[in-house]
């Protein structure tokens, strides 16, 4: 599982949330994903505001921020997959007779034992890290690298590059100066983008240009103008009307604001199409045929049941034992029956989904021997 630059600058604090806040956006450390804010998200039949959904994102998609980091590589966490056992039943409130009893090692003793280890390898990280940041102090700094500009579309290996390289790349390509001609754009990618950055510098902010008098200053910078100026549209230093009658210097708030526009039609789009299915499914135990009937307004979600089943969270004791004692390979996911919504008109999903869910009941009758449903419910569980 790799882990992003950006989820090892965080700060401690953030890194406990899961996510940090952007002008614009919460952003998941742990996977990338992106909630813009300022959009109210619709989540089975239920609306939530950026923030709240970002952590109904983490709770889905993660479980938790202490599961996803107890799942790392040990070549990241400096954990033994014992060590991660252990912080895993701490985590779930177990008790030292409990982890001992489920582990089957040693004594109560025992795991008061590797609690002190874990303790003292928690001091131990502390020192380290002080150490280091001690050490920063001391370490020479590197070169900054080159921020790209606010308008620019694209951000990747272009712009990791010094102040002393930029200097040294312009030195050679503008012999006479950076107001001077350039000598060749027959260069490197990367070193288009500093001249770009240069020569836009020729142009006025707020001011409109039409096609020939933005030719005329890039026909002084070089020969081939047309290239230039399609360079530095497509890198959104310049925008232009459609049929190209004027041009003009592009801001960092017309990109912030065709961004945000595109992303709304998305969302509203993705959530015309994407329609959740309510249903109803089983749990099954292939090896005594014991299953357990479940509703759910998103059958979509069953993946996560699953998982949390599989980690030990099911609120269904009796299955939880059982899948401890056959083993996960054992239990199958099957969806029963969706629930048919007509396309107009008043219906109460949540009415009609207990009555699906009823109907199963009665049919397979999961009591007792037969399965894992304790009491026939009178009311729905979605």
């Not at 921020?65 to 985590?91: A, P």
């Not at 020939?212 to 910078?221: G, H, M, T």
């Amino acid at each position: 599982m790799n882990v992003s630059e950006l989820f090892w600058s965080a700060s401690f604090d953030d890194l406990k949330c899961g996510y940090i806040q952007e002008e614009d956006h919460y952003v998941c450390l742990l996977c990338g994903e992106r909630i813009e804010k300022g959009i109210v998200y619709p989540e089975e039949g239920i609306f939530y505001d950026a923030c709240r959904f970002m952590r109904l994102h983490i709770e889905r998609a993660h479980q938790s921020v202490f599961e996803h980091l107890n799942g790392l590589d040990k070549k990241i966490t400096g954990l033994t997959e014992h060590q991660n056992t252990l912080l895993r039943l701490f985590y779930q409130g177990k008790s030292d007779a409990e982890i001992q009893k489920e582990l089957g090692i040693g004594s109560a003793s025992t795991i008061r034992n590797h609690r002190f280890l874990l303790k003292e390898k928690e001091r131990q990280s502390k020192v380290y890290l002080l150490m280091m940041e001690l050490l920063k102090g001391k370490i020479k700094a590197e070169p900054l690298l080159l921020d790209p500009p606010q308008t620019a579309k694209m951000v990747d290996d272009r712009y990791k590059m010094s102040q002393k390289d930029r200097d040294q790349i312009l030195k050679n390509l503008f012999p006479e100066g950076s107001a001077g001609p350039l000598k060749t754009f027959s260069i490197k990618e990367k070193h288009k983008l500093v001249v770009l950055q240069e020569i836009i510098q020729r142009f006025q902010a707020e001011q409109t240009y039409t096609e020939k008098e933005v030719n005329q200053i890039l026909k002084f910078v070089y020969p081939d103008f047309a290239t230039l100026r399609r360079y530095l549209i497509e890198y959104g230093f310049l925008d232009r009307t459609p049929d190209g009658s004027q041009y003009w210097l592009r801001t960092a708030a017309e990109n912030k604001e065709e961004t945000t526009m595109e992303r709304k039609q998305e969302l509203k789009r993705q959530y015309k199409e994407t329609k959740t299915q309510a249903g109803v499914f089983q749990i099954k135990n292939t090896r005594n045929q014991k299953i357990l009937i479940e509703s759910t307004f998103n059958l979509k979600s069953i993946n996560g049941k699953q998982f949390g089943l599989e980690m030990g969270s099911h609120t269904n004791k009796l299955l939880q034992t059982e899948l401890k004692e056959f083993g996960a390979e054992t239990f199958v996911f099957e969806v029963l029956e969706t629930l048919e919504t007509p396309e107009e008109g008043y219906f109460d999903t949540k009415e009609a989904l207990k009555k699906l869910k009823e109907k199963w009941l009665d049919q397979l009758q999961p009591y007792g021997e037969r399965g894992y449903n304790t009491v026939k419910p009178l009311r729905g569980d979605a």
